[in-house]
Protein backbone atom coordinates (compact mmCIF):
# COMPACT_ATOMS: atom_id res chain seq x y z
CA UNK A 1 0.00 0.00 0.00
CA UNK A 2 2.01 3.07 -1.61
CA UNK A 3 4.19 2.54 -4.12
CA UNK A 4 6.37 5.71 -3.20
CA UNK A 5 10.39 5.02 -2.41
CA UNK A 6 9.44 2.85 0.23
CA UNK A 7 6.77 0.57 -0.74
CA UNK A 8 8.44 0.42 -4.73
CA UNK A 9 11.88 -0.58 -3.18
CA UNK A 10 10.99 -3.36 -1.31
CA UNK A 11 7.97 -4.50 -3.11
CA UNK A 12 9.88 -4.29 -6.36
CA UNK A 13 12.52 -6.56 -4.71
CA UNK A 14 10.05 -8.77 -3.44
CA UNK A 15 8.58 -8.85 -6.67
CA UNK A 16 11.67 -9.77 -8.32
CA UNK A 17 12.26 -12.85 -6.11
CA UNK A 18 9.11 -14.16 -7.28
CA UNK A 19 6.62 -13.37 -4.56
CA UNK A 20 3.04 -11.93 -6.13
CA UNK A 21 3.05 -8.63 -5.10
CA UNK A 22 0.44 -5.74 -5.68
CA UNK A 23 0.98 -1.96 -5.81
CA UNK A 24 -1.30 0.16 -5.07
CA UNK A 25 -0.59 3.30 -6.45
CA UNK A 26 -2.51 6.61 -8.40
CA UNK A 27 -2.17 9.12 -11.09
CA UNK A 28 1.01 9.00 -13.71
CA UNK A 29 3.09 6.75 -11.36
CA UNK A 30 0.19 3.94 -11.62
CA UNK A 31 0.36 4.57 -15.52
CA UNK A 32 3.93 4.28 -15.82
CA UNK A 33 3.66 1.19 -13.42
CA UNK A 34 1.38 -0.73 -15.33
CA UNK A 35 3.00 0.03 -19.47
CA UNK A 36 6.79 -0.21 -17.96
CA UNK A 37 6.54 -1.50 -14.86
CA UNK A 38 8.76 -0.56 -11.84
CA UNK A 39 12.31 0.55 -12.24
CA UNK A 40 15.06 1.04 -9.80
CA UNK A 41 17.97 2.92 -10.03
CA UNK A 42 20.28 1.92 -7.02
CA UNK A 43 23.42 3.51 -5.76
CA UNK A 44 24.25 0.06 -4.05
CA UNK A 45 22.64 -2.58 -6.34
CA UNK A 46 22.74 -0.84 -9.75
CA UNK A 47 19.32 -0.60 -12.00
CA UNK A 48 16.51 -2.79 -13.05
CA UNK A 49 13.27 -3.43 -13.76
CA UNK A 50 10.42 -5.55 -12.83
CA UNK A 51 6.83 -5.95 -14.63
CA UNK A 52 4.49 -5.27 -11.61
CA UNK A 53 0.53 -5.99 -10.91
CA UNK A 54 -0.39 -2.04 -10.11
CA UNK A 55 -4.23 -0.99 -8.95
CA UNK A 56 -5.77 1.80 -7.95
CA UNK A 57 -8.34 0.24 -5.49
CA UNK A 58 -8.47 -3.08 -4.36
CA UNK A 59 -12.22 -3.76 -4.20
CA UNK A 60 -12.74 -7.77 -5.32
CA UNK A 61 -9.38 -8.90 -4.29
CA UNK A 62 -8.43 -11.62 -2.38
CA UNK A 63 -7.28 -11.63 1.08
CA UNK A 64 -3.62 -10.95 1.68
CA UNK A 65 -1.12 -12.65 3.69
CA UNK A 66 0.41 -9.18 4.40
CA UNK A 67 -0.31 -5.98 3.11
CA UNK A 68 3.17 -3.61 4.15
CA UNK A 69 1.92 0.01 4.52
CA UNK A 70 4.22 2.56 3.21
CA UNK A 71 1.87 5.66 2.91
CA UNK A 72 2.99 9.42 4.21
CA UNK A 73 1.89 9.04 8.06
CA UNK A 74 -1.04 11.70 7.13
CA UNK A 75 -2.65 9.65 4.74
CA UNK A 76 -2.66 6.80 7.40
CA UNK A 77 -6.27 6.97 8.22
CA UNK A 78 -7.75 7.11 4.35
CA UNK A 79 -5.33 4.32 3.26
CA UNK A 80 -6.59 2.10 5.98
CA UNK A 81 -9.65 2.14 4.17
CA UNK A 82 -8.24 1.54 0.43
CA UNK A 83 -6.63 -1.59 1.92
CA UNK A 84 -10.36 -3.36 3.85
CA UNK A 85 -11.32 -4.98 1.05
CA UNK A 86 -7.93 -7.59 1.55
CA UNK A 87 -7.75 -7.62 5.28
CA UNK A 88 -8.73 -11.08 5.95
CA UNK A 89 -8.80 -12.83 9.35
CA UNK A 90 -5.13 -13.80 9.58
CA UNK A 91 -4.00 -10.38 7.20
CA UNK A 92 -1.08 -8.65 8.79
CA UNK A 93 -0.79 -5.04 8.23
CA UNK A 94 2.73 -4.13 8.84
CA UNK A 95 3.19 -0.44 8.50
CA UNK A 96 6.76 0.86 7.37
CA UNK A 97 6.23 4.57 8.00
CA UNK A 98 7.91 7.34 10.07
CA UNK A 99 6.57 8.09 13.57
CA UNK A 100 5.05 5.47 16.47
CA UNK A 101 1.06 6.71 16.28
CA UNK A 102 0.91 5.22 13.24
CA UNK A 103 -0.03 1.19 14.43
CA UNK A 104 -2.56 3.13 16.71
CA UNK A 105 -4.66 4.36 14.50
CA UNK A 106 -4.26 1.32 12.23
CA UNK A 107 -5.51 -0.66 15.05
CA UNK A 108 -8.67 1.37 16.16
CA UNK A 109 -9.42 1.44 11.71
CA UNK A 110 -8.89 -2.49 11.72
CA UNK A 111 -8.25 -4.14 14.17
CA UNK A 112 -5.28 -4.73 16.62
CA UNK A 113 -4.82 -7.93 15.60
CA UNK A 114 -4.27 -7.46 12.44
CA UNK A 115 -1.41 -5.05 13.06
CA UNK A 116 2.51 -5.35 13.56
CA UNK A 117 5.29 -2.79 13.98
CA UNK A 118 8.16 -2.18 11.73
CA UNK A 119 10.90 0.35 10.76
CA UNK A 120 12.59 0.82 7.48
CA UNK A 121 16.02 1.81 7.38
CA UNK A 122 16.37 2.85 3.64
CA UNK A 123 16.56 6.44 1.58
CA UNK A 124 14.44 6.01 -1.40
CA UNK A 125 11.90 8.43 -3.35
CA UNK A 126 10.25 8.55 -6.49
CA UNK A 127 12.54 9.77 -9.30
CA UNK A 128 9.89 10.14 -11.79
CA UNK A 129 6.63 8.25 -12.78
CA UNK A 130 7.69 4.41 -12.37
CA UNK A 131 11.07 4.88 -11.33
CA UNK A 132 12.47 4.89 -7.61
CA UNK A 133 15.66 6.17 -6.80
CA UNK A 134 17.52 4.67 -3.73
CA UNK A 135 20.74 5.74 -2.26
CA UNK A 136 20.81 4.36 0.96
CA UNK A 137 20.22 0.68 3.43
CA UNK A 138 17.55 -1.24 3.01
CA UNK A 139 16.95 -2.84 6.09
CA UNK A 140 13.37 -3.92 7.83
CA UNK A 141 13.06 -4.88 11.94
CA UNK A 142 9.78 -5.55 12.35
CA UNK A 143 7.49 -7.88 14.92
CA UNK A 144 4.13 -8.57 16.65
CA UNK A 145 3.30 -5.70 18.78
CA UNK A 146 3.23 -7.99 21.75
CA UNK A 147 6.33 -10.37 20.83
CA UNK A 148 5.05 -13.35 19.66
CA UNK A 149 7.23 -15.27 16.74
CA UNK A 150 4.14 -15.86 14.90
CA UNK A 151 3.99 -18.10 11.65
CA UNK A 152 2.45 -15.02 9.57
CA UNK A 153 5.93 -13.15 10.88
CA UNK A 154 8.49 -15.77 10.41
CA UNK A 155 6.64 -16.28 7.34
CA UNK A 156 7.42 -12.62 6.20
CA UNK A 157 10.78 -12.82 7.79
CA UNK A 158 11.17 -16.10 4.77
CA UNK A 159 10.29 -14.10 1.91
CA UNK A 160 12.66 -10.91 3.15
CA UNK A 161 15.31 -13.93 2.83
CA UNK A 162 14.21 -15.03 -0.32
CA UNK A 163 14.66 -11.31 -1.96
CA UNK A 164 17.56 -10.44 -0.52
CA UNK A 165 16.16 -7.71 1.60
CA UNK A 166 18.40 -7.73 5.36
CA UNK A 167 15.40 -8.25 7.50
CA UNK A 168 15.00 -8.88 11.61
CA UNK A 169 12.33 -10.13 13.30
CA UNK A 170 12.45 -8.51 16.72
CA UNK A 171 11.12 -9.25 19.98
CA UNK A 172 10.16 -5.92 21.12
CA UNK A 173 9.29 -4.00 18.41
CA UNK A 174 7.87 -0.99 20.17
CA UNK A 175 11.47 -0.09 21.26
CA UNK A 176 12.81 -0.66 17.72
CA UNK A 177 9.87 1.97 16.54
CA UNK A 178 11.17 4.89 19.49
CA UNK A 179 14.67 3.92 18.34
CA UNK A 180 13.80 5.11 15.09
CA UNK A 181 11.69 8.10 16.10
CA UNK A 182 14.45 9.15 18.70
CA UNK A 183 16.73 9.43 15.57
CA UNK A 184 14.38 10.96 13.12
CA UNK A 185 13.12 13.67 15.03
CA UNK A 186 16.55 15.17 15.69
CA UNK A 187 18.25 14.25 12.24
CA UNK A 188 15.09 14.96 10.08
CA UNK A 189 14.13 18.40 11.68
CA UNK A 190 17.90 19.33 11.61
CA UNK A 191 18.30 18.99 7.96
CA UNK A 192 14.87 20.13 7.15
CA UNK A 193 15.31 23.37 9.77
CA UNK A 194 18.73 24.42 8.44
CA UNK A 195 18.17 23.14 4.63
CA UNK A 196 22.11 21.79 5.14
CA UNK A 197 23.28 18.04 4.93
CA UNK A 198 24.46 15.99 8.24
CA UNK A 199 27.90 17.04 7.99
CA UNK A 200 27.56 20.38 8.14
CA UNK A 201 25.58 19.75 11.04
CA UNK A 202 27.68 17.73 12.71
CA UNK A 203 30.49 20.03 11.95
CA UNK A 204 29.47 23.27 13.15
CA UNK A 205 29.12 23.37 17.40
CA UNK A 206 25.63 25.12 17.69
CA UNK A 207 24.08 23.04 15.33
CA UNK A 208 25.77 19.95 16.91
CA UNK A 209 24.86 20.61 20.39
CA UNK A 210 20.84 21.61 19.27
CA UNK A 211 21.03 17.78 17.47
CA UNK A 212 21.97 16.92 20.59
CA UNK A 213 19.14 18.53 23.05
CA UNK A 214 16.99 17.21 20.32
CA UNK A 215 17.68 13.44 20.96
CA UNK A 216 18.13 13.91 24.44
CA UNK A 217 14.89 15.29 24.94
CA UNK A 218 13.26 12.42 22.69
CA UNK A 219 14.54 9.66 25.04
CA UNK A 220 13.47 11.89 28.61
CA UNK A 221 9.91 11.65 26.51
CA UNK A 222 10.51 7.94 25.60
CA UNK A 223 11.09 6.93 28.92
CA UNK A 224 7.59 8.65 29.91
CA UNK A 225 5.84 6.88 27.48
CA UNK A 226 7.10 3.54 28.80
CA UNK A 227 9.70 2.42 26.35
CA UNK A 228 12.96 1.33 28.30
CA UNK A 229 15.31 3.91 26.46
CA UNK A 230 18.38 4.45 27.81
CA UNK A 231 21.18 7.67 28.36
CA UNK A 232 23.46 5.74 26.70
CA UNK A 233 21.19 5.72 23.28
CA UNK A 234 22.09 9.48 22.97
CA UNK A 235 25.72 8.75 22.42
CA UNK A 236 24.64 5.71 20.41
CA UNK A 237 22.78 8.00 17.56
CA UNK A 238 25.21 10.61 17.74
CA UNK A 239 27.64 7.99 16.85
CA UNK A 240 25.20 7.48 14.07
CA UNK A 241 25.23 10.21 12.63
CA UNK A 242 28.79 11.10 12.71
CA UNK A 243 29.10 7.73 10.91
CA UNK A 244 26.67 8.72 8.07
CA UNK A 245 28.04 10.06 4.80
CA UNK A 246 28.11 13.84 5.17
CA UNK A 247 25.95 14.67 2.04
CA UNK A 248 23.04 13.33 3.69
CA UNK A 249 19.92 14.48 4.38
CA UNK A 250 16.17 13.29 5.50
CA UNK A 251 13.36 12.84 3.36
CA UNK A 252 11.51 15.77 5.57
CA UNK A 253 13.94 17.51 4.27
CA UNK A 254 13.12 16.54 0.58
CA UNK A 255 9.41 17.08 1.06
CA UNK A 256 10.17 20.55 2.38
CA UNK A 257 12.49 21.50 -0.14
CA UNK A 258 10.30 19.89 -3.27
CA UNK A 259 7.29 21.94 -2.13
CA UNK A 260 5.18 18.91 -0.57
CA UNK A 261 3.40 17.99 2.61
CA UNK A 262 5.52 17.60 5.35
CA UNK A 263 4.99 14.31 7.88
CA UNK A 264 5.37 17.24 10.92
CA UNK A 265 2.68 16.18 12.70
CA UNK A 266 3.37 12.60 13.36
CA UNK A 267 7.15 13.60 13.71
CA UNK A 268 7.61 16.80 15.93
CA UNK A 269 4.23 17.84 16.65
CA UNK A 270 3.11 14.06 17.83
CA UNK A 271 6.55 15.09 20.52
CA UNK A 272 5.21 17.93 21.67
CA UNK A 273 1.77 16.75 22.11
CA UNK A 274 3.46 13.61 24.29
CA UNK A 275 5.34 16.25 25.75
CA UNK A 276 2.11 18.03 27.00
CA UNK A 277 0.52 14.53 28.07
CA UNK A 278 3.23 13.46 30.17
CA UNK A 279 4.56 16.62 31.98
CA UNK A 280 8.18 16.00 29.96
CA UNK A 281 9.29 19.41 28.56
CA UNK A 282 10.74 19.72 24.96
CA UNK A 283 11.78 22.79 24.18
CA UNK A 284 14.26 22.67 21.43
CA UNK A 285 11.75 19.78 19.56
CA UNK A 286 8.78 22.42 20.02
CA UNK A 287 11.00 25.18 18.29
CA UNK A 288 12.00 22.98 15.13
CA UNK A 289 8.19 22.14 15.13
CA UNK A 290 7.26 26.12 15.52
CA UNK A 291 10.09 26.75 12.90
CA UNK A 292 8.47 24.20 10.32
CA UNK A 293 4.66 24.56 10.69
CA UNK A 294 4.30 26.97 8.14
CA UNK A 295 5.24 24.58 5.49
CA UNK A 296 3.21 21.17 6.82
CA UNK A 297 0.92 21.64 4.02
CA UNK A 298 3.48 22.55 1.58
CA UNK A 299 5.50 25.49 0.30
CA UNK A 300 3.09 28.49 2.00
CA UNK A 301 1.48 31.05 0.17
CA UNK A 302 3.75 34.26 -0.09
CA UNK A 303 1.28 36.63 -1.18
CA UNK A 304 -1.45 36.47 1.61
Not at 33 to 60: F, H, M, Q
Not at 100 to 127: C, D, K, P, W, Y
Not at 252 to 268: F, I, Q, S, V, Y
Amino acid sequence: MGAGGTGGYFGAKLARAGEEVVFVARGAHLEALRRDGLRVRSAIEGEWTVKVDAVERLDGRPPADVVLFCVKSFDTEAAAEVIRPVVGPDTAVLPIQNGVSNEEILAARLGAEHVMGGVAQVFATIAGPGVIAHTLLGRILFGEMDGRPTPRARGFLEACGRAAIPAELVPDVATALWDKYVFIVANAGMTALTRLPVGVIRRVPETRAMLRRLLEEMVRLGRAAGVPLQDASVDARMAMIDGMGGGAYSSLHHDLTHGKRLELEALHGHAVRLGERHGVPVPTVAAVYAALKPYVDGAPDLTR
